[in-house]
């Protein structure tokens, strides 16, 4: 098993550093899940509903978001430059160190 470290800054300001195993084919939003740190995911990792927004603190580079990504961060609230759904960031070797907020809620 494959494993990097990942960091969640929650909704509180306090930092989670999570294994995160690369070679599941899981996100940001199952692993926050799966840690039990308040990420709903309520459309099933679609892209549909933005219940895992986050913010990108790190310098990692994220593949490019995609129109479904886009289209749903135009209706989220508190959206930044460096928001990202977590169900469209998965967890890769080359993400080791990677650092995300989770976004305010409504």
Same mark, same amino acid.
């Given at each position: ?8 800054? $929650? ?11 690369? $070679?599941?084919?899981?996100? &940001? ?6 840690? =039990? ?8 990792? &679609? ?16 593949? =490019? ?8 961060? $135009? ?19 080359? +993400?080791?160190? +990677? ?8």
């Amino acid at each position: 098993m494959s494993m990097i470290k990942v960091t969640v800054v $929650d909704r509180e300001g306090e930092s989670h550093e999570l294994d995160a195993p690369t $070679d599941m084919g899981m996100n &940001m939003m199952e692993l926050c899940k799966s840690a =039990e740190l308040p990420v709903e995911g309520t459309c099933g990792g &679609m892209a549909m509903c933005a219940s895992c927004h986050m913010y990108l603190r790190s310098d990692h580079s994220l593949p =490019e978001k995609s129109d479904d990504e886009e289209d749903m961060l $135009d209706e989220a609230f508190h959206v930044t430059d460096e928001s990202r759904l977590g169900c469209q960031i998965h967890l890769a070797d080359d +993400l080791d160190g +990677l650092v995300v907020e989770l976004a305010p809620v409504g």
